[in-house]
């Protein structure tokens, strides 16, 4: 889940809600919303915060998310249907992650 592992981070980082927000240009209201999980993070809000917290956008996003999605659309799916969606999106997945890879490397300190 992003939002933990956003908070994780930050805290890791030794840096207060606020410290990160305003290098985010963000309010803290609007960063604890998301740590919280009470509002979606954008994939481009995403990419700011973890040049922030010096990681990659693939470390806040965790490939359990979609294993767990997919073990919900499996046990909900009386047909095969599901578990072919679930192959294809873990693929699109993927592709996007080598895609990030190549554009946004992590950085260091």
Do not use: Y
Request: charged content about 30%.
């Amino acid at each position: 889940m992003p939002g933990s592992i956003i908070k994780r981070k930050r805290q890791e980082a030794n840096l207060s809600q606020q410290e990160l927000a305003d290098r985010l240009f963000i309010s803290q209201s609007a960063l604890s919303k998301i740590e919280n999980r009470e509002v979606a993070l954008s994939v481009s809000l995403a990419i700011r915060i973890a040049r922030e917290l010096n990681c990659s956008f693939q470390d806040l996003l965790p490939s359990e998310v979609l294993i767990d999605n997919a073990h919900v659309l499996h046990s909900n799916s009386s047909d095969g249907e599901s578990h072919g969606l679930h192959d294809t999106i873990k693929k699109e997945f993927e592709d996007l992650r080598a895609w990030l890879d190549k554009r946004l490397p992590p950085q260091t300190l």
